[in-house]
């Protein structure tokens, strides 16, 4: 298995040069989402579905050198709409962003404050839609907030399935772990969200992402936070902070559910 070497969170001074649209770019992320920038529209509820291939089968967890990395296997499709999305969105994978300690590690803030990391769950527009959108990716976005215990649905994924397997990919590398039940760590049906139309927060930071931000964090064990900082880079390093600077609003319009 080969993994991309040639950028590092801790050389993002390097990344203008590397990818001119990283400092060229006007819709780059993340950005510090403030209320007062936001917009409070009322929007239809996310409707997400299994529509293909077994619930239950196992998922693949890789350590990339640079995040945890969880996916569905090949063939199942979980499927994302509604809200303002402009039509269907299939699960690629989801993965997490941290920090050196407890106080910081997300990438997007919320009104200036930080939690000890945001975990991504990204979708691709789904093919056979007719079209095309200028969105080709949404992102649901959830914050961690570091407790001595996760909350029940987070200890369930990420303490009890995550953790117990984690220590196989302490070196980039993937290991199959039992089926994620991930719908249950975003409250998606009730939660407030902010969503504007971004970037990969990650080389080549292609302005192709409708984030989605959810306003209430997850609590998450500081055990599990710690094991996300234990995991290795691909120097013989440590993977201890992978989050983006806050970048430019450029007069982006935010929207806020309500
Ligand atoms: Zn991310």
């Known amino acids: 298995m080969s993994f991309d070497d040639s950028w590092h969170h801790s050389s993002q001074f390097n990344w203008p040069k590397q990818f001119p649209v990283s400092i060229n770019g006007t819709r780059q992320s993340p950005i510090d989402i403030r209320e007062k920038d936001a917009t409070q529209v009322l929007l239809p ?31 199942v499709k979980w499927q994302l709409s509604g809200s303002l999305l402009k039509g269907k969105y299939i699960l690629d994978h989801f993965h997490s962003h941290w920090g050196e300690s407890g106080d910081y590690g997300c990438e997007h803030l919320l009104d200036g404050e930080k939690f000890a990391g945001e975990t991504h769950f990204v979708f691709k527009w789904a093919p056979g839609q007719g079209k095309e959108c200028e969105d080709a990716a949404a992102v649901w976005g959830i914050m961690m907030d570091e407790q001595p215990k996760s909350e029940p649905v987070a200890q369930k994924t990420f303490d009890d399935i995550i953790g117990k397997h984690i220590h196989k990919v302490i070196k980039p590398g993937s290991c199959s772990i039992p089926a ?29 992402v409708l984030h989605i931000v959810f306003k209430d964090p997850i609590e998450v064990s500081k055990k599990y936070m710690d094991q996300l900082r234990s995991l290795g880079d691909l120097r013989g390093g440590k993977t201890d902070a992978n989050y983006r600077a806050i970048q430019p609003l450029n007069g982006r319009k935010i929207f806020w559910s309500c």
């Open 45 to 75: 509820h996310f409707n997400l579905k299994c529509i293909e291939g077994d619930q239950n089968a196992n998922w693949v967890m890789t350590n990339n050198g640079h995040t945890l990395s969880l996916a569905p296997p090949a063939g």
């Open 180 to 208: 994620i039940n991930f719908a249950s760590l975003v409250p998606h049906g009730s939660s407030e969200y902010f969503a504007y139309q971004g970037s990969l927060t990650t080389p080549p930071f292609a302005e192709v």
